[in-house]
Nanobody, 120 residues
Framework: QVQLVESGGGLVQAGGSLRLSCVASGSTFSINTMGWYRQAPGKQREMVATITNGGGTDYLDSVKGRFTISRLNAKNTVFLQMGSLKPEDTAIYYC??????????????WGQGTQVTVSS
């Protein structure tokens, strides 16, 4: 089992910046990919950014060039640096980790979510 605790959300004006953090605990030795997803009211949850344990990254097209994902493996922490924020970035942001066991069993874990609100 992996437990995730997110922090860093809040209210910011358009054009501003925020940094989200997520700390994993528990069976962290099996963590492979860490990432951030978001869900706006009335919309489906979508992938914002992911980073593998090898450092490979993937981003939602609409955040490329504005958001940067990074991770600190020694502290089982993933960050999302968000810049040039837009009102359409308003959503609950969820941390996610994918674990892969030595026998290739895979599990996905979610944090409780942190609200990001961007005012115009």
């Amino acid at each position: 089992q992996v437990q995730l605790v997110e922090s860093g959300g809040g209210l910011v004006q358009a054009g501003g910046s925020l940094r989200l953090s997520c700390v994993a605990s528990g069976s962290t030795f099996s963590i492979n990919t860490m990432g951030w997803y978001r869900q706006a009211p009335g919309k489906q949850r979508e992938m914002v950014a992911t980073i593998t344990n090898g450092g490979g990254t993937d981003y939602l097209d609409s955040v490329k060039g504005r958001f940067t994902i990074s991770r600190l493996n020694a502290k089982n922490t993933v960050f999302l640096q968000m810049g040039s924020l837009k009102p359409e970035d308003t959503a609950i942001y969820y941390c996610n980790v994918l674990t892969i066991s030595p026998l290739d069993f895979r599990n996905s874990y979610w944090g409780q979510g942190t609200q990001v609100t961007v005012s115009s």
